[in-house]
Nanobody, 124 residues
Framework: QVQLVESGGALVQAGGSLRLSCAAS????????MGWFRQAPGKEREFVAR????????YYADSVKGRFTISRDNAKNTMYLEMNSLKPEDTAVYYC?????????????????WGQGTQVTVSS
């Protein structure tokens, strides 16, 4: 079983940048595709980005494409989300998740393990 811990969330002004990290333990990190999701107050959890086991393939929600970059370092058992040109609508709790399956899916229920989340707040 994989344990995931997010970090890096903060309060930032619109137009600013943040880098989130997700540290994994308790399993073989490279066996999992990884993803980032976010949930704003009163809204459903939504897909942000996904990265394959070897980092060859990445996928993004349209709302973050061109501004966010997902990456991973399998030697460090860590995944990252570089967020640039942040907007107030990016405000949410950001969760990292691990997917043991082989299909490329972006729905939350496809992911087996979740972190506790880290708060990102973008002020206007």
């Amino acid at each position: 079983q994989v344990q995931l811990v997010e970090s890096g969330g903060a309060l930032v002004q619109a137009g600013g940048s943040l880098r989130l990290s997700c540290a994994a333990s308790g399993g073989t990190f490279s066996n999992y595709a990884m993803g980032w999701f976010r949930q704003a107050p009163g809204k459903e959890r939504e897909f942000v980005a996904r990265i394959s086991r070897t980092a060859v393939s990445t996928y993004y929600a349209d709302s973050v494409k061109g501004r966010f970059t997902i990456s991973r370092d399998n030697a460090k058992n860590t995944m990252y989300l570089e967020m640039n040109s942040l907007k107030p609508e990016d405000t949410a709790v950001y969760y990292c998740a691990a997917d043991s399956g082989r299909m490329v899916l972006t729905t939350a229920r496809a992911f087996d393990y979740w972190g506790q989340g880290t708060q990102v707040t973008v002020s206007s």
